[in-house]
């Protein structure tokens, strides 16, 4: 029977990153994340307080603010655009993985059916032989 490959695929791969995409991948799970939710949102009730208030730097409609959503939007879209491909490069090696896995396990069945049909065989051959000894024998 053949050997399936060991190893940590993932770790193998993660070997292989960019510093830039580990960077999308940290980004991508930090801004997909609750915590990263939360904060936007206390961030974006901080930032209307203090500017109704008399000392604003960003009065409303907050251009300054909208300028720095708009941002954030735009590199948020490139980032999971780059986790997205990333993504699909995990997928690709593991279905890599699962398809020289498979063609392993099916060879390695196709040699075990063989032997099953051989062994099949050779026990109807020595059935025969019995047979032809049992009616060769004079019975007492």
């Known amino acids: 029977m053949t050997t399936i490959k060991t190893g ?8 292989t990153l960019t510093r830039g995409q580990r960077a999308a991948d940290i980004m991508r799970n930090g801004m997909g994340s609750w915590p990263f939710v ?13 500017n ?10 907050y251009i300054l603010l909208n ?19 990333r993504q699909d490069s995990i997928a690709a090696a ?7 896995t498979n063609t392993s396990a099916k060879a ?8 099953n049909t051989e062994h ?13 000894l049992d009616v060769q024998q004079p019975k007492s």
């Open 8 to 15: 940590n695929w993932h770790e193998k791969h993660s070997k």
């Open 38 to 50: 939360g904060g936007f949102l206390i961030f974006m009730v901080i930032w209307a307080v203090l």
């Open 52 to 61: 109704t208030r008399e000392v604003t730097w960003d009065p409303y409609p």
């Open 67 to 85: 300028l720095l959503l708009s941002t954030l939007a735009g590199l948020q879209g490139a980032i999971l655009l780059i986790a997205a491909k």
């Open 94 to 100: 593991l279905a890599q993985h699962d398809y020289e």
């Open 108 to 115: 390695d069945i196709e040699r075990v059916l063989k032997l």
């Open 120 to 132: 099949t065989l050779m026990i109807q051959e020595l059935q025969e032989i019995l047979r032809r």
